[in-house]
């Protein structure tokens, strides 16, 4: 959750529609996202150094066989 605040703080957002997204979480999903946010967030720093939040669909389409080839689907 502090990850999606400070994206929608990088994004230029008001106060007032930063909690209004954020209450929009439900408690399932934050943890639902939880494990893959981190495996995306370590990926990008690894391997390009990109912001997570503003990645380009070529970091996103090389992200992705690397979770295929860990067993996810």
């Known amino acids: 959750m502090a990850s999606v605040s400070r994206g929608y703080q990088m994004a230029d957002m008001s106060e007032k529609s930063r909690e209004i997204?954020?209450?929009a979480w439900r408690k399932n999903t934050a943890s639902a996202y939880s494990c893959a946010w981190s495996k995306w967030c370590s990926w990008c720093?690894?391997?390009?150094n990109v912001k997570p939040l503003s990645p380009?669909?070529?970091?996103?389409?090389?992200?992705l066989p690397t979770q295929f080839h860990e067993g996810k689907e």
């Open 56 to 63: 380009s669909l070529t970091h996103i389409l090389d992200f």
């Open 45 to 48: 720093s690894q391997r390009f």
């Open 21 to 23: 997204l954020l209450v």
